[in-house]
């Protein structure tokens, strides 16, 4: 083994340190157990849809068949054109509640607005059409999680299993991201959730929807209300499969990417230390990948140290990572871990420029 000048040892242990250090900080917290509540809140479920019809008829029925003392599900029509309306109007369940609007601002902000106005009880509990969850307790497993003190929850939100690499890298992605959100969550900063399984009490979020109206971007309007939460200490990451909301995954290239685009628009709004931490975490692996890849074309003596690099980033992914992937339920995914750390590790920075780029007049 040859000895190693400074220049080349530092960088390298640095951010291997920094690797190990991310690892331990993304962790996700422990699965919620249920509590005793002497009563059980009621609970308003808020759907926004815009043309989308097919998915909204396979979801809605999971929701309106939930078995929870009180609760209502409100969908918000936000002027489809592919007959959602009209199909809404045919369904005759007391515990559905449909509004329409005629005319909106970009993006779902009207929408989710009308709905959390429209909301008559305690919890506000969002989800979107092409969501449904496989549990008639999914309102009543989550409520009885969240602590008295709790003005919110973020929870997890899976996509369906399929076979392929696109879909591997969908799921892929949405497990780290929910291990990076319910992990600082858990420790008192909530930066994000996911628009499909997330919610507030309604005397928490209402004072901020006049900020709502006033947001730039037509995407992550449910989301960046947490940070307008001034007490965002009190948002409680809920971890359990039994709360676990579904939805399908696109199956090409180009719409998965159109779609990520449009959500990393709003990374862009997220506090400036937020940032700055998963922008960390993008460029030490990508210093890793490419430091290995110059080692092997420029330096043959110094192969083996280009295999360590990459085989030993490799190994603590999966041994940090094989435990939450497990109680996030895509254990599949686990033996793919090392070629999915470096598309993401790649790709994602490579989409972030280009939501730089992105039209926000679209409907999310």
Known sequence: ?????????????????????????WKLPPISENLNHKSLPNASVIICTHNNLLLLQRGLPSFLSQKHPQFEVIVIDDNSTDGTWDWLQTIHNANLKIHRLEHSSPGKKD???????????????LTDADCYVSSPQWIKSIITKCETHTMGYVAYAPYE?????????????????????LS??????????????????KNFVEPLLAGLS???????????LLQRAAKKQNIQPILSPDTYVYSAPHTRWKSWLKQKTRHLTTGWYYPLGTRLLLLGWFLTGIFQYV??????????????????????????NVLFRQHAFNILLEKDL???????????????????????????KTWM
């Open 111 to 125: 929408a989710l607005s009308a709905g959390i106005q429209l909301a008559q009880y305690e919890w506000l509990m």
């Open 291 to 316: 430091f290995a890849v110059i080692i092997f074309a420029t330096t043959p003596k110094w192969v083996w140290l280009g295999l360590v690099i990459i085989m030993a980033r490799w190994l603590l």
């Open 161 to 181: 299993k399929m076979p392929g690499l696109l879909n591997r890298l969908i799921r892929y992605d949405t497990a780290l991201i929910a291990i990076q959100y």
């Open 184 to 201: 600082m969550a858990h420790r008192g900063n909530a930066y994000m959730g996911v628009g499909r399984n997330m919610g507030w009490k």
């Open 1 to 25: 083994m040859l000895t190693l000048p400074i220049w080349v040892v530092f960088p390298v242990a640095f951010c291997f340190l920094v690797h190990i250090a991310y690892l331990l900080y």
């Open 334 to 360: 686990i033996p793919y871990i090392p070629m999915l750390d470096f598309i993401h590790i790649f790709v994602t920075p490579f989409i972030t420029i280009k939501s730089l780029f992105q039209n926000n």
């Open 214 to 224: 006033k947001q730039v971007t037509s995407s992550g309007d449910d989301d960046l």
